[in-house]
């Protein structure tokens, strides 16, 4: 009989997430592997018919598969992994998360005995831009120009991560969303995420003249082509930032810079935005080629005539279109939900798996 369980997972009554094994009984061999394996007490053993039951689903761990993993004849299998991947990316989740990190500090908390590597620097709020609802473009500069010149030599590409003064909860990741400047200021695009607290202060109270804490630059999503190579930039969404970052500095360093193509994809029309920059890099270089792709086109959306827009996916936009990639190199940057249908469309236009460079995030 099924036991009452009471359990949650970070917030979420454990009854309402769909995750427990379950047992193939022809496959089962009965060798009890799996019941002696779970310390969560999921299984019992019949005796009589040698085989697994589960008797307590609700204990399973989530996400947890070592009894699958360790059963010799896989007779044991699981739910899909989505739901539990799309429970990871609501707010309350992350918010669980972090809080309960938080309050263990004590027992959980790793302390390099070497001297840390990342540079943590404090910078102003130079300048706030409301782009639309939901997003936001924060210029930052350094406060002591002289001793912070980390920001001037970052790489595009790269991100950083910031911490809200006065408040205990982690860092949030932002890509820079410009090339370097020799000021060392930085611009990041941030979107408000639905019960996002991180994203409601910035929006909410975050003002012109405050103090952030910063780490960085980090990452290792920069450019590493030939520079005569061709090159795809993918973004969705957001993932605008850093492509734009690396596609500046591709024609700082050669204005006349061959073959490169920007596909970008958003949900609607509203989800393009700083097009200017986009129409003054195709006014520039004659080379440059650039698709918008989205599934609806909003009335009184305005594009300039250059920039080519199309109701379609960005995966569409890869399969229905004459490319022959096999010589390009490619960027993709924006949520991981879009990353596997976009390698698969890649590479079979002809890119290589290990010339695809991928910046992955969530929210
Ligand atoms: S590990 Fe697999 S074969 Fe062994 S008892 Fe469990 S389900 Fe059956
Ligand atoms: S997945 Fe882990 S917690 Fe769940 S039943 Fe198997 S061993 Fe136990």
């Given at each position: 009989?099924?036991?009452?369980?009471?359990?949650?997972?970070?917030?979420?009554?454990?009854?309402?997430?769909?995750?427990?094994?379950?047992?193939?009984?022809?496959?089962?061999?009965?060798?009890?592997?799996?019941?002696?394996?779970?310390?969560?007490?999921?299984?019992?053993?019949?005796?009589?018919?040698?085989?697994?039951?589960?008797?307590?689903?609700?204990?399973?761990?989530?996400g947890c598969v070592t009894c699958a993993n360790t059963c010799p004849t896989k007779a044991?299998?699981?739910?899909?992994?989505?739901?539990?991947?799309?429970?990871?990316?609501?707010?309350?989740?992350?918010?669980?998360?972090?809080?309960?990190?938080?309050?263990?500090?004590?027992?959980?908390?790793?302390?390099?005995?070497?001297?840390?590597?990342?540079?943590?620097?404090?910078?102003?709020?130079?300048?706030?831009?409301?782009?639309?609802?939901?997003?936001?473009?924060?210029?930052?500069?350094?406060?002591?120009?002289?001793?912070?010149?980390?920001?001037?030599?970052?790489?595009?590409?790269?991100?950083?991560?910031?911490?809200?003064?006065?408040?205990?909860?982690?860092?949030?990741?932002?890509?820079?969303?410009?090339?370097?400047?020799?000021?060392?200021?930085?611009?990041?695009?941030?979107?408000?995420?639905?019960?996002?607290?991180y994203s409601e202060w910035v929006f909410e109270k975050m003002k012109v003249g405050d103090?952030?804490?910063?780490?960085?630059?980090?990452?290792?999503?920069?450019?590493?082509?030939?520079?005569?190579?061709?090159?795809?930039?993918?973004?969705?969404?957001?993932?605008?930032?850093?492509?734009?970052?690396?596609?500046?500095?591709?024609?700082?360093?050669?204005?006349?810079?061959?073959?490169?193509?920007?596909?970008?994809?958003?949900?609607d029309s509203n989800g393009f935005y700083e097009l200017e920059v986009i129409h003054s890099?195709?006014?520039?270089?004659?080379?440059?080629?650039?698709?918008?792709?989205?599934?609806?086109?909003?009335?009184?959306?305005?594009?300039?005539?250059?920039?080519?827009?199309?109701?379609?996916?960005?995966?569409?936009?890869?399969?229905?279109?004459?490319?022959?990639?096999?010589?390009?190199?490619?960027?993709?940057?924006?949520?991981?939900?879009?990353?596997?249908?976009?390698?698969?469309?890649?590479?079979?236009?002809?890119?290589?798996?290990?010339?695809?460079?991928?910046?992955?995030?969530?929210?």
């Amino acid at each position: 009989m099924t036991k009452i369980n009471f359990k949650s997972w970070h917030n979420i009554p454990r009854d309402k997430i769909n995750w427990y094994p379950i047992v193939d009984e022809d496959a089962c061999i009965g060798c009890g592997t799996c019941v002696i394996g779970c310390g969560s007490l999921v299984y019992k053993f019949d005796f009589n018919s040698k085989k697994a039951k589960v008797v307590d689903p609700l204990s399973c761990i989530v996400g947890c598969v070592t009894c699958a993993n360790t059963c010799p004849t896989k007779a044991i299998s699981f739910p899909p992994l989505d739901e539990i991947y799309s429970l990871l990316s609501e707010s309350k989740v992350h918010h669980a998360i972090e809080d309960e990190l938080l309050s263990k500090k004590e027992n959980l908390e790793w302390i390099d005995i070497l001297p840390h590597k990342d540079k943590i620097v404090s910078m102003i709020v130079d300048d706030i831009s409301h782009i639309r609802k939901d997003l936001i473009i924060v210029k930052l500069k350094p406060k002591m120009k002289v001793v912070d010149d980390s920001f001037c030599h970052f790489m595009p590409g790269q991100y950083v991560e910031l911490w809200i003064p006065e408040t205990k909860w982690l860092s949030r990741a932002y890509s820079i969303g410009n090339s370097p400047h020799e000021d060392g200021s930085i611009e990041l695009q941030i979107r408000r995420i639905d019960e996002g607290r991180y994203s409601e202060w910035v929006f909410e109270k975050m003002k012109v003249g405050d103090t952030i804490s910063v780490r960085g630059p980090l990452g290792n999503f920069t450019i590493c082509s030939e520079t005569d190579t061709p090159i795809i930039f993918i973004a969705g969404g957001t993932g605008f930032a850093p492509i734009k970052s690396m596609i500046e500095q591709l024609f700082k360093i050669n204005p006349d810079r061959k073959n490169i193509l920007l596909l970008w994809g958003a949900r609607d029309s509203n989800g393009f935005y700083e097009l200017e920059v986009i129409h003054s890099w195709i006014k520039e270089n004659t080379h440059f080629k650039c698709i918008l792709a989205t599934k609806k086109i909003l009335d009184g959306f305005i594009l300039p005539k250059e920039v080519e827009i199309v109701e379609s996916s960005l995966v569409d936009v890869i399969q229905n279109r004459n490319y022959n990639l096999s010589e390009y190199d490619a960027y993709v940057a924006g949520p991981p939900a879009m990353m596997p249908y976009l390698l698969k469309s890649l590479m079979t236009k002809g890119i290589k798996r290990d010339r695809i460079r991928i910046d992955s995030f969530g929210g």
